[in-house]
T-cell receptor, first 115, second 112 residues
């Protein structure tokens, strides 16, 4: 089954404790992206990657890091989480950068609470 | 600053009624207008999309209407069903860009 998976699905942590949210897709997609969803703000892009070793900032990159060492994986790293990073996070993928506007496939989401 | 403004934030409609969600944009470089549907506990999924060279697109009970001069596009859900209860996001990409700008979302509740 073609899908985007994220782990963990739920995470409670404390301020300053480094964490990683993993994302993996099995569709051989070139383009991957991370979003955060907050009430009243919709989906905002954090980082995106057009291919292996190619990443770039989205609209709200502060406090986040990413890496793309393999085509299928795109982990999101919070080196020193703060309460304002409490949110619902989605990973998404698309066949290529040119196809982003046509459709993106989203993972099930990771709900993060930073105390 | 959101480039796509979506309204209303939420709406409740009776089964069989019409749900209407509106989005307005300012950037005329947008060249594609998808709508995503998100059920509780799930990620968004593409529902329907329209290009600005047409004024309307219909897929089943879902219709997008597009008004280029007013810089607005709308989603109509005809004969709304309880299974349509979800959050709907409009979106738009800039021409030659590789990311989408999403609206704030509209939570639709269809009462049986």
């Amino acid at each position: 089954e073609a899908q985007v998976t994220q782990n963990p699905r739920y995470l409670i942590t404390v301020t300053g404790k480094k964490l990683t949210v993993t994302c993996s897709q099995n569709m051989n997609h070139e383009y991957m992206s991370w979003y955060r969803q907050d009430p009243g703000l919709g989906l905002r892009q954090i980082y995106y990657s057009m291919n292996v070793e190619v990443t770039d900032k989205g609209d709200v990159p502060e406090g986040y890091k990413v890496s793309r060492k393999e085509k299928r994986n795109f982990p999101l790293i919070l080196e020193s989480p703060s309460p304002n990073q409490t949110s619902l996070y989605f990973c998404a993928s698309s066949l290529s950068a040119d196809r982003v506007k046509e459709t993106q496939y989203f993972g099930p989401g990771t709900r993060l609470l930073v105390l | 600053q959101q480039q796509v403004k979506q309204s209303p934030q939420s709406l409740i409609v009776q089964k069989g009624g019409i749900s209407i969600i509106n989005c307005a944009y300012e950037n005329t470089a947008f060249d594609y207008f998808p709508w995503y549907q998100q059920f509780p506990g799930k990620g968004p999924a593409l529902l329907i999309a329209i290009r600005p060279d047409v004024s309307e697109k219909k897929e089943g009970r879902f219709t997008i209407s597009f008004n280029k001069s007013a810089k607005q596009f709308s989603l109509h859900i005809m004969d709304s069903q309880p299974g349509d209860s979800a959050t709907y996001f409009c979106a738009a990409p800039l021409r030659n860009d590789y990311k989408l700008s999403f609206g704030a979302g509209t939570t639709v509740t269809v009462r049986a």
